[in-house]
Protein backbone atom coordinates (compact mmCIF):
# COMPACT_ATOMS: atom_id res chain seq x y z
CA UNK A 1 0.00 0.00 0.00
CA UNK A 2 1.37 3.74 -0.71
CA UNK A 3 1.78 5.92 2.40
CA UNK A 4 1.55 2.73 4.80
CA UNK A 5 1.55 4.72 8.28
CA UNK A 6 1.01 1.92 10.27
CA UNK A 7 2.32 -1.83 9.03
CA UNK A 8 2.01 -4.98 10.58
CA UNK A 9 3.35 -8.64 9.41
CA UNK A 10 3.35 -11.47 12.04
CA UNK A 11 2.62 -9.62 14.76
CA UNK A 12 3.00 -11.66 18.10
CA UNK A 13 2.71 -10.36 22.00
CA UNK A 14 3.20 -13.31 24.70
CA UNK A 15 2.66 -12.32 28.35
CA UNK A 16 4.81 -14.55 30.27
CA UNK A 17 5.73 -15.00 34.65
CA UNK A 18 8.61 -14.67 36.21
CA UNK A 19 9.71 -18.11 35.42
CA UNK A 20 9.42 -17.34 31.77
CA UNK A 21 6.26 -19.81 31.44
CA UNK A 22 3.58 -18.12 28.86
CA UNK A 23 0.28 -16.95 30.54
CA UNK A 24 -1.03 -15.33 27.25
CA UNK A 25 -0.48 -15.34 23.91
CA UNK A 26 -2.52 -11.76 23.31
CA UNK A 27 -1.57 -11.20 19.60
CA UNK A 28 -1.12 -13.99 17.97
CA UNK A 29 0.80 -13.73 14.30
CA UNK A 30 -1.70 -10.63 13.12
CA UNK A 31 -1.25 -8.91 9.53
CA UNK A 32 -2.89 -5.23 8.85
CA UNK A 33 -1.90 -1.50 7.50
CA UNK A 34 -3.18 1.44 7.40
CA UNK A 35 -2.74 4.14 5.01
CA UNK A 36 -2.83 7.48 4.89
CA UNK A 37 -6.08 9.73 4.85
CA UNK A 38 -7.72 6.08 6.23
CA UNK A 39 -9.87 5.66 9.06
CA UNK A 40 -9.56 1.93 10.76
CA UNK A 41 -11.78 -0.02 13.31
CA UNK A 42 -10.36 -2.19 15.34
CA UNK A 43 -12.61 -4.47 16.71
CA UNK A 44 -13.60 -7.56 18.96
CA UNK A 45 -14.71 -8.73 22.30
CA UNK A 46 -12.95 -7.51 25.90
CA UNK A 47 -9.53 -9.63 25.60
CA UNK A 48 -9.22 -10.38 21.94
CA UNK A 49 -5.87 -7.96 21.78
CA UNK A 50 -7.19 -4.69 20.63
CA UNK A 51 -5.61 -2.52 23.59
CA UNK A 52 -2.29 -4.70 23.59
CA UNK A 53 -2.36 -3.78 19.99
CA UNK A 54 -2.98 -0.20 20.47
CA UNK A 55 0.32 -0.33 23.00
CA UNK A 56 2.73 -1.66 20.85
CA UNK A 57 1.86 0.81 18.10
CA UNK A 58 2.62 3.20 20.84
CA UNK A 59 5.85 1.60 21.60
CA UNK A 60 4.48 1.36 25.15
CA UNK A 61 4.76 -2.55 24.64
CA UNK A 62 7.57 -4.45 22.55
CA UNK A 63 6.47 -7.30 20.47
CA UNK A 64 7.79 -10.84 21.17
CA UNK A 65 7.43 -11.52 17.49
CA UNK A 66 6.91 -10.27 14.14
CA UNK A 67 7.43 -6.79 12.87
CA UNK A 68 5.93 -3.20 13.25
CA UNK A 69 6.73 -0.23 11.28
CA UNK A 70 5.03 3.00 12.33
CA UNK A 71 5.87 5.90 9.37
CA UNK A 72 8.09 3.19 8.43
CA UNK A 73 10.26 3.41 11.45
CA UNK A 74 9.98 1.32 15.27
CA UNK A 75 7.72 2.62 17.13
CA UNK A 76 10.15 2.96 20.15
CA UNK A 77 11.53 5.87 18.08
CA UNK A 78 10.66 9.17 20.07
CA UNK A 79 10.59 11.28 16.95
CA UNK A 80 8.16 9.15 15.99
CA UNK A 81 5.93 9.75 19.13
CA UNK A 82 5.28 13.77 18.16
CA UNK A 83 3.45 12.60 15.43
CA UNK A 84 1.02 10.68 17.44
CA UNK A 85 -1.86 11.64 18.96
CA UNK A 86 -3.67 9.15 21.90
CA UNK A 87 -6.41 9.00 23.23
CA UNK A 88 -6.77 6.04 25.56
CA UNK A 89 -9.94 4.31 27.12
CA UNK A 90 -9.89 6.38 30.63
CA UNK A 91 -9.04 9.39 30.22
CA UNK A 92 -6.26 10.31 33.34
CA UNK A 93 -5.78 14.37 33.75
CA UNK A 94 -4.61 16.24 36.75
CA UNK A 95 -7.64 17.18 38.33
CA UNK A 96 -6.38 20.46 39.96
CA UNK A 97 -5.60 22.15 36.91
CA UNK A 98 -8.05 24.00 35.12
CA UNK A 99 -9.05 23.19 31.49
CA UNK A 100 -7.25 25.48 30.06
CA UNK A 101 -3.59 24.97 32.22
CA UNK A 102 -4.25 21.04 31.13
CA UNK A 103 -4.31 21.74 27.23
CA UNK A 104 -1.58 24.05 27.56
CA UNK A 105 0.67 21.99 30.15
CA UNK A 106 0.35 18.60 27.21
CA UNK A 107 1.56 21.29 24.61
CA UNK A 108 4.41 22.39 26.37
CA UNK A 109 5.41 18.43 26.31
CA UNK A 110 5.88 19.09 22.70
CA UNK A 111 7.79 22.12 23.34
CA UNK A 112 4.87 23.95 20.97
CA UNK A 113 6.21 27.84 21.46
CA UNK A 114 4.31 30.11 23.95
CA UNK A 115 2.50 31.97 21.57
CA UNK A 116 1.10 28.73 19.40
CA UNK A 117 0.77 26.88 22.49
CA UNK A 118 -2.06 29.58 23.71
CA UNK A 119 -3.50 29.50 19.80
CA UNK A 120 -4.41 26.35 20.45
CA UNK A 121 -6.04 25.86 23.50
CA UNK A 122 -8.06 28.69 22.61
CA UNK A 123 -9.08 27.29 19.52
CA UNK A 124 -9.56 23.97 21.39
CA UNK A 125 -11.26 24.93 23.73
CA UNK A 126 -13.86 26.49 21.63
CA UNK A 127 -13.78 23.39 19.27
CA UNK A 128 -14.88 20.97 21.93
CA UNK A 129 -17.21 23.44 23.71
CA UNK A 130 -15.79 24.20 27.14
CA UNK A 131 -14.61 28.18 26.66
CA UNK A 132 -17.28 28.65 29.19
CA UNK A 133 -15.60 26.31 31.94
CA UNK A 134 -12.00 27.15 30.58
CA UNK A 135 -11.08 28.23 34.42
CA UNK A 136 -13.01 25.04 35.79
CA UNK A 137 -10.76 22.75 37.50
CA UNK A 138 -10.71 19.21 35.55
CA UNK A 139 -12.04 17.23 39.26
CA UNK A 140 -15.37 19.36 39.11
CA UNK A 141 -16.04 17.89 35.08
CA UNK A 142 -18.31 15.41 34.04
CA UNK A 143 -17.23 12.01 32.77
CA UNK A 144 -18.33 13.57 29.43
CA UNK A 145 -16.46 16.60 29.65
CA UNK A 146 -13.48 15.18 30.46
CA UNK A 147 -13.78 12.63 27.77
CA UNK A 148 -13.64 16.38 25.40
CA UNK A 149 -10.58 17.45 27.14
CA UNK A 150 -9.12 14.26 26.37
CA UNK A 151 -9.42 14.16 22.84
CA UNK A 152 -8.34 17.73 22.94
CA UNK A 153 -4.84 17.44 24.13
CA UNK A 154 -4.97 13.77 21.66
CA UNK A 155 -5.17 16.70 19.01
CA UNK A 156 -2.70 19.65 20.66
CA UNK A 157 0.45 18.68 18.26
CA UNK A 158 -1.63 18.42 15.12
CA UNK A 159 -0.75 14.42 14.69
CA UNK A 160 -0.58 12.50 11.60
CA UNK A 161 -1.47 9.30 13.41
CA UNK A 162 -4.85 9.36 15.80
CA UNK A 163 -5.26 7.27 17.81
CA UNK A 164 -8.42 6.78 20.09
CA UNK A 165 -9.62 4.14 22.54
CA UNK A 166 -13.33 4.35 22.83
CA UNK A 167 -13.62 7.96 22.32
CA UNK A 168 -17.48 8.39 22.56
CA UNK A 169 -17.70 6.73 26.08
CA UNK A 170 -19.53 8.74 28.47
CA UNK A 171 -20.50 11.21 25.26
CA UNK A 172 -24.10 12.32 25.09
CA UNK A 173 -24.96 11.54 21.22
CA UNK A 174 -24.21 15.37 20.49
CA UNK A 175 -20.48 15.05 21.52
CA UNK A 176 -20.90 11.45 19.73
CA UNK A 177 -21.76 13.44 16.53
CA UNK A 178 -19.31 15.85 17.11
CA UNK A 179 -16.63 13.41 17.46
CA UNK A 180 -17.81 11.60 14.20
CA UNK A 181 -17.46 14.98 12.61
CA UNK A 182 -13.94 15.83 13.41
CA UNK A 183 -12.89 12.07 12.91
CA UNK A 184 -14.38 12.47 8.93
CA UNK A 185 -12.30 16.49 9.15
CA UNK A 186 -9.19 15.09 9.96
CA UNK A 187 -9.01 11.95 7.80
CA UNK A 188 -10.17 14.28 4.68
CA UNK A 189 -7.38 16.38 5.60
CA UNK A 190 -5.09 13.04 4.92
CA UNK A 191 -4.71 12.06 8.95
CA UNK A 192 -4.61 8.58 9.40
CA UNK A 193 -7.27 7.28 12.53
CA UNK A 194 -6.95 3.92 14.35
CA UNK A 195 -10.42 3.53 16.27
CA UNK A 196 -11.33 0.89 18.74
CA UNK A 197 -15.01 1.05 19.69
CA UNK A 198 -17.61 -1.04 21.23
CA UNK A 199 -20.26 1.01 19.44
CA UNK A 200 -20.42 -0.66 16.40
CA UNK A 201 -22.57 2.24 15.10
CA UNK A 202 -19.96 4.43 15.10
CA UNK A 203 -17.43 2.29 13.17
CA UNK A 204 -19.80 1.84 10.75
CA UNK A 205 -20.54 5.67 10.17
CA UNK A 206 -16.74 6.25 9.94
CA UNK A 207 -14.32 3.42 9.49
CA UNK A 208 -13.10 2.38 5.52
CA UNK A 209 -11.62 -0.70 6.38
CA UNK A 210 -12.22 -2.72 9.95
CA UNK A 211 -10.47 -5.45 11.78
CA UNK A 212 -11.86 -7.90 13.86
CA UNK A 213 -9.91 -9.72 16.13
CA UNK A 214 -10.98 -12.85 18.44
CA UNK A 215 -8.57 -14.39 20.71
CA UNK A 216 -5.30 -12.35 19.91
CA UNK A 217 -6.01 -13.39 15.81
CA UNK A 218 -7.79 -11.86 12.89
CA UNK A 219 -11.02 -12.92 12.06
CA UNK A 220 -12.25 -10.66 9.44
CA UNK A 221 -11.04 -7.64 7.99
CA UNK A 222 -11.66 -5.84 4.89
CA UNK A 223 -13.46 -2.63 3.97
CA UNK A 224 -17.49 -2.69 5.28
CA UNK A 225 -18.98 -2.09 1.82
CA UNK A 226 -17.43 -5.62 1.04
CA UNK A 227 -18.26 -7.14 5.12
CA UNK A 228 -21.61 -6.06 5.38
CA UNK A 229 -23.02 -6.70 1.60
CA UNK A 230 -26.26 -9.40 1.72
CA UNK A 231 -25.76 -11.04 -1.27
CA UNK A 232 -28.89 -12.09 -3.02
CA UNK A 233 -30.48 -9.13 -2.24
CA UNK A 234 -30.66 -5.73 -4.51
CA UNK A 235 -32.30 -2.59 -2.53
CA UNK A 236 -34.03 0.33 -4.31
CA UNK A 237 -34.37 3.46 -3.05
CA UNK A 238 -36.59 6.20 -4.99
CA UNK A 239 -38.63 9.26 -4.04
CA UNK A 240 -42.12 8.68 -2.53
CA UNK A 241 -44.36 6.58 -5.03
CA UNK A 242 -47.91 6.89 -5.16
CA UNK A 243 -50.39 3.86 -4.67
CA UNK A 244 -50.88 3.21 -8.32
CA UNK A 245 -47.22 2.94 -9.07
CA UNK A 246 -46.33 0.77 -6.22
CA UNK A 247 -49.21 -1.44 -7.55
CA UNK A 248 -47.70 -1.86 -10.90
CA UNK A 249 -43.89 -2.12 -9.10
CA UNK A 250 -45.43 -4.93 -7.30
CA UNK A 251 -47.48 -6.96 -10.34
CA UNK A 252 -43.94 -6.90 -11.68
CA UNK A 253 -42.35 -7.98 -8.98
CA UNK A 254 -44.57 -11.11 -8.15
CA UNK A 255 -44.28 -12.77 -11.30
CA UNK A 256 -40.91 -13.30 -10.24
CA UNK A 257 -40.83 -13.42 -6.37
CA UNK A 258 -43.35 -14.68 -3.64
CA UNK A 259 -44.84 -11.64 -1.16
CA UNK A 260 -42.50 -12.52 1.59
CA UNK A 261 -39.05 -12.10 -0.57
CA UNK A 262 -40.63 -8.24 -1.43
CA UNK A 263 -40.76 -5.83 1.56
CA UNK A 264 -41.67 -2.03 0.71
CA UNK A 265 -41.27 0.52 3.33
CA UNK A 266 -40.54 4.39 3.63
CA UNK A 267 -36.75 4.97 4.88
CA UNK A 268 -36.00 6.22 8.42
CA UNK A 269 -33.78 8.79 9.83
CA UNK A 270 -31.14 7.48 12.60
CA UNK A 271 -32.08 7.77 16.56
CA UNK A 272 -28.92 9.46 16.52
CA UNK A 273 -30.43 12.04 13.61
CA UNK A 274 -33.77 12.39 15.11
CA UNK A 275 -32.17 13.61 18.71
CA UNK A 276 -29.02 16.12 16.96
CA UNK A 277 -32.15 17.83 15.08
CA UNK A 278 -34.45 17.77 18.39
CA UNK A 279 -31.85 19.67 20.38
CA UNK A 280 -30.61 21.76 17.67
CA UNK A 281 -34.45 23.29 17.73
CA UNK A 282 -33.62 23.37 21.48
CA UNK A 283 -30.67 25.43 20.94
CA UNK A 284 -32.16 27.99 18.17
CA UNK A 285 -35.07 28.52 21.03
CA UNK A 286 -32.17 30.20 23.36
CA UNK A 287 -32.46 27.10 25.80
CA UNK A 288 -29.21 27.14 28.21
CA UNK A 289 -27.18 24.56 29.54
CA UNK A 290 -24.68 24.05 32.22
CA UNK A 291 -22.32 21.28 30.51
CA UNK A 292 -20.23 21.02 27.64
CA UNK A 293 -21.90 22.84 24.67
CA UNK A 294 -22.03 22.25 21.16
CA UNK A 295 -18.72 22.65 19.48
CA UNK A 296 -17.59 25.87 17.88
CA UNK A 297 -15.28 25.95 14.60
CA UNK A 298 -12.42 23.36 14.20
CA UNK A 299 -9.41 24.50 15.06
CA UNK A 300 -7.61 26.58 12.69
CA UNK A 301 -4.02 24.95 13.01
CA UNK A 302 -5.66 21.36 12.57
CA UNK A 303 -6.98 22.58 8.81
CA UNK A 304 -3.14 22.60 7.79
CA UNK A 305 -1.75 25.11 5.05
CA UNK A 306 -4.96 26.80 5.80
CA UNK A 307 -4.05 27.32 9.53
CA UNK A 308 -0.28 27.80 8.45
CA UNK A 309 -1.78 30.99 5.66
CA UNK A 310 -3.84 32.69 8.59
CA UNK A 311 -1.25 32.72 11.14
CA UNK A 312 1.09 34.48 8.72
CA UNK A 313 -1.01 36.64 7.69
CA UNK A 314 -1.98 37.89 11.45
CA UNK A 315 1.69 38.09 11.80
CA UNK A 316 2.32 40.39 8.91
CA UNK A 317 -0.94 42.14 10.05
CA UNK A 318 0.32 42.63 13.64
CA UNK A 319 4.12 43.89 12.76
CA UNK A 320 2.24 46.41 10.11
CA UNK A 321 0.52 47.75 13.25
CA UNK A 322 3.84 47.52 14.90
CA UNK A 323 5.66 49.55 12.03
CA UNK A 324 2.85 52.20 11.81
CA UNK A 325 3.55 52.94 15.92
CA UNK A 326 7.24 52.79 15.19
CA UNK A 327 6.70 55.22 12.34
CA UNK A 328 4.55 57.57 14.63
CA UNK A 329 7.17 57.45 17.35
CA UNK A 330 9.58 57.75 14.88
CA UNK A 331 7.99 61.17 13.77
CA UNK A 332 7.08 62.41 17.41
CA UNK A 333 10.84 62.10 18.75
CA UNK A 334 11.76 64.05 14.81
CA UNK A 335 9.53 66.52 15.71
CA UNK A 336 11.30 66.93 19.03
CA UNK A 337 14.42 67.30 17.48
CA UNK A 338 13.91 69.56 14.45
CA UNK A 339 11.57 71.76 16.21
CA UNK A 340 9.65 74.48 13.88
CA UNK A 341 12.02 77.71 12.56
CA UNK A 342 10.51 80.02 15.09
CA UNK A 343 10.98 77.91 18.20
CA UNK A 344 14.46 77.42 17.17
CA UNK A 345 14.84 81.39 16.54
CA UNK A 346 13.51 81.50 20.78
CA UNK A 347 15.92 79.26 21.96
CA UNK A 348 19.00 80.37 20.28
CA UNK A 349 18.24 83.86 21.85
CA UNK A 350 17.92 82.08 25.17
CA UNK A 351 21.09 80.15 24.84
CA UNK A 352 22.88 83.80 23.93
CA UNK A 353 21.49 85.50 26.94
CA UNK A 354 22.24 82.54 29.18
CA UNK A 355 25.93 82.70 27.79
CA UNK A 356 26.87 86.29 28.33
CA UNK A 357 25.66 86.15 31.78
CA UNK A 358 28.71 83.82 32.61
CA UNK A 359 30.97 85.61 30.55
CA UNK A 360 30.97 89.00 32.31
CA UNK A 361 30.68 86.67 36.03
CA UNK A 362 34.15 85.54 34.59
CA UNK A 363 35.53 88.84 33.75
CA UNK A 364 34.86 90.40 37.08
CA UNK A 365 36.42 87.31 38.75
CA UNK A 366 39.30 87.96 36.47
CA UNK A 367 39.49 91.36 37.14
CA UNK A 368 39.61 90.95 41.01
CA UNK A 369 42.51 87.78 40.92
CA UNK A 370 44.78 90.28 39.09
CA UNK A 371 44.42 93.28 41.98
CA UNK A 372 44.93 90.72 44.32
CA UNK A 373 48.31 89.17 42.92
CA UNK A 374 49.48 92.85 42.23
CA UNK A 375 48.88 94.03 45.57
CA UNK A 376 51.02 90.60 46.64
CA UNK A 377 53.71 91.15 44.95
CA UNK A 378 53.94 94.94 45.52
CA UNK A 379 54.31 93.46 49.73
CA UNK A 380 57.00 91.30 48.80
CA UNK A 381 58.58 93.95 46.95
CA UNK A 382 58.65 95.93 50.10
CA UNK A 383 59.92 93.61 52.52
CA UNK A 384 62.46 92.32 50.42
CA UNK A 385 63.77 96.47 50.55
CA UNK A 386 63.40 96.74 53.92
CA UNK A 387 66.06 93.53 54.70
CA UNK A 388 68.86 95.88 52.46
Not at 5 to 24: Q, T
Not at 179 to 203: C, Y
Not at 313 to 324: A, D, H, Q, T, V
Not at 363 to 372: I, P, Q, R, S, V
Request: net charge positive; proline share 4%; charged share 35%.
Amino acid sequence: MENTIVEARSLEKIFRDFWGKEKARAVNGINFSIGEGEVCGLLGPNGSGKTTTIKMILGLLYPTGGSLKVFGQSPRNVEIKKRIGYLPEETYLYKYLTARETISFFASLFNIPSEERTRRTEQLLEMVGLTHAANRPIGEFSKGMARRIGLAQALVNDPDLVILDEPTTGLDPIGCREIKDLIKMLAKRGKSVLLSSHLLADVEDLCDNVVVLYGGEIRAEGTLKNLLKEQGKTQILTPDLDKEMLDKILKILKTKHTNKDVLIDNPAMSLEDFFVRVVEEAKSSSKQTSGAETRGEFADYLFGKDSEEKARSEEMLKKLLEGREKINIETKKEKIAHPPKNKIAVEKLERLSEKKKPQKIEEKKTKAYDKKIEHENKRINELLNTKK
